[in-house]
């Protein structure tokens, strides 16, 4: 079925060092991957998202790639800061006859450490 | 902050009972969604909406229902037929399906 897998689901960082979260996702038709941050006890936000005309978006400390090939996309934080601890979720659109819809993955948490 | 409102933020119920969450947002948005997030599972999609007087079911809509009588507005209905209600509920929109969703700040049901 439709689903986004991501990985890892825990990530501790030493601050200034870089964060990695991987994400795959089975429909080739999906166009549309973004990623959300969220804060302890709040709602998700959007930090940066990415289409599928595009294998690379960079927002300052923030950058994603998508390999439309192998259907995976990655989050990239560089030297990465205490306020960067939260949940961070990847999700991606699935067709769904002539519209979509937007699953998520199951999540990373991100520990930054001072 | 995204214009998207849920309503109220806790919410306690009886078990066997029907219970409504509110979800309004002002952002001329096409499309809703509805989630459910339980710890360690992520965001799972109950419901969705593409345009008013329409929607569909998501991944784990058992035990749910929806209404979109309105463009503003898309409440939750968890009845009795819901196993486990018990979760942090979070409503979205987008322009349209498939973009950018912004979030309500959820609803925190709890069944006792």
């Known amino acids: 079925g439709e689903n986004v897998e991501q990985h890892p689901s825990t990530l501790s960082v030493q601050e200034g060092d870089s964060a990695v979260i991987k994400c795959t996702y089975s429909?080739?038709?999906?166009?549309?991957f973004p990623w959300y941050k969220q804060e302890l006890g709040k709602r998700p936000q959007l930090i940066i998202d990415?289409?599928?005309?595009?294998g690379e978006k960079k927002d300052q400390r923030i950058a994603v790639t998508l390999n439309k090939t192998a259907k995976h996309f990655s989050l990239h934080i560089t030297e990465t800061q205490p306020e960067d601890s939260a949940v961070y979720f990847c999700?991606?659109?699935?067709?769904?006859?002539?519209?979509?819809?937007?699953?998520f993955g199951s999540g990373t948490r991100l520990l930054v450490r001072p | 902050d995204g214009g998207i409102t849920q309503s109220p933020k806790y919410l306690f119920r009886k078990e066997g009972q029907n219970v409504t969450l509110s979800c309004e947002q002002n952002?001329?948005?096409?499309?809703m969604y509805w989630y459910r997030q339980d710890p360690g599972q992520g965001l799972r999609l109950i419901y969705y909406?593409?345009?008013?007087?329409?929607?569909q079911k998501g991944d784990i809509a058992e035990g749910y229902s929806v209404s979109r009588e309105k463009k503003e507005s898309f409440p939750l209905t968890v009845t009795s037929a819901q196993k486990n209600p018990t979760a942090f509920y979070l409503c979205?929109?987008?322009?349209?399906?498939?973009?950018?969703?912004?979030f309500g700040q959820g609803t925190r049901l709890t069944v006792v």
């Open positions: 999700a991606a659109s699935i067709s769904v006859d002539s519209s979509y819809k937007l699953i």
């Open positions: 429909d080739s038709a999906s166009n549309y």
């Open positions: 979205a929109s987008s322009i349209s399906s498939g973009a950018e969703a912004f």
């Open positions: 952002l001329n948005h096409d499309a």
């Open positions: 909406s593409q345009i008013v007087n329409d929607f």
């Open positions: 990415i289409r599928s005309n595009v």
